[in-house]
């Protein structure tokens, strides 16, 4: 399996500001995945993060909103922008293992409330 | 897209007994459905997953099946001990393309396992 750290591990902001959140991941991967868990809810894919391109944005989610960074195969952010108390919630990212590709593996979470 | 309906959202059991998630899935096209268990305040672990080319799958403790038909797929974990209690996640994927690694959650199930 994927050993995944995130950084931080949680933090309070106030509102109108942004919190970047990094994930690294100790093998290289093709892709890594950017999720959302809500209090008390399921996870939300909110995109992929893809080496030399663009982030990939799932229904629901801009990239104004949550821009995405992957300079390398091993490491992503996640920028959360102009936060209101909605943008609380958890932050985690996922990659997969060796074989196969598509068993997903996540990081500790970043917890994040928003005054 | 893919939804995902889990069921049921809370579950107790006494320890020992057996205990059933169920979930159900939209799109055929998926082929990958793995399982998660996330403990309060800690990640998702992933606890057995399950291809669409085999029906069922154990590993000591759990087991999960899939019937491509009814398009729906079910964690079985027997002889359940206090440390089971956690939520529990189902999850579809559909390998091929772009969507290769996403997953589309359930909505979770509360397992609490009284001693």
């Known amino acids: 399996s994927a050993v995944i750290s995130q950084k931080p591990s949680r933090d309070i902001c106030q509102r109108g500001t942004s919190l970047t959140i990094q994930c690294q991941v100790d093998?290289?991967?093709?892709?890594m995945f950017w999720y959302r868990q809500q209090p008390g809810q399921s996870l939300t894919l909110i995109a992929t993060a893809n080496q030399g391109s663009e982030a990939t944005y799932e229904s629901g989610f801009v990239i104004d909103k949550f821009p995405i960074s992957r300079p390398n195969l091993t490491f992503s952010t996640l920028t959360v922008s102009n936060m209101s108390p909605e943008d609380s919630s958890i932050y985690l990212c996922?990659?997969?293992?060796?074989?196969?590709?598509?068993?997903?593996?996540f990081g500790p979470g970043t917890r994040l409330t928003v005054l | 897209g893919e939804n995902v309906e889990q069921h049921p959202s809370t579950l107790s059991v006494q320890e020992g007994d057996s205990a059933v998630i169920k979930c159900t899935y939209s799109?055929?096209?998926?082929?990958?459905f793995p399982w998660y268990k996330q403990e309060l305040g800690k990640r998702p672990q992933l606890i057995i997953d399950?291809?669409?080319?085999?029906g069922e799958k154990k590993d000591q403790r759990i087991a999960v099946t899939l019937n491509k038909t009814a398009k729906h797929f079910s964690l079985h974990i027997t002889e359940t001990q206090p440390e089971d209690s956690a939520v529990y996640f189902c999850?579809?994927?559909?390998?091929?393309?772009?969507?290769?690694?996403?997953?589309?959650f359930g909505q979770g199930t509360i397992l609490t396992v009284h001693p």
């Open positions: 999850a579809a994927s559909k390998g091929g393309g772009t969507s290769y690694g996403k997953l589309t």
């Open positions: 996922s990659a997969p293992g060796i074989w196969p590709m598509d068993t997903q593996y």
């Open positions: 399950i291809r669409s080319n085999v």
């Open positions: 799109d055929s096209a998926s082929n990958y």
């Open positions: 093998s290289q991967v093709t892709m």
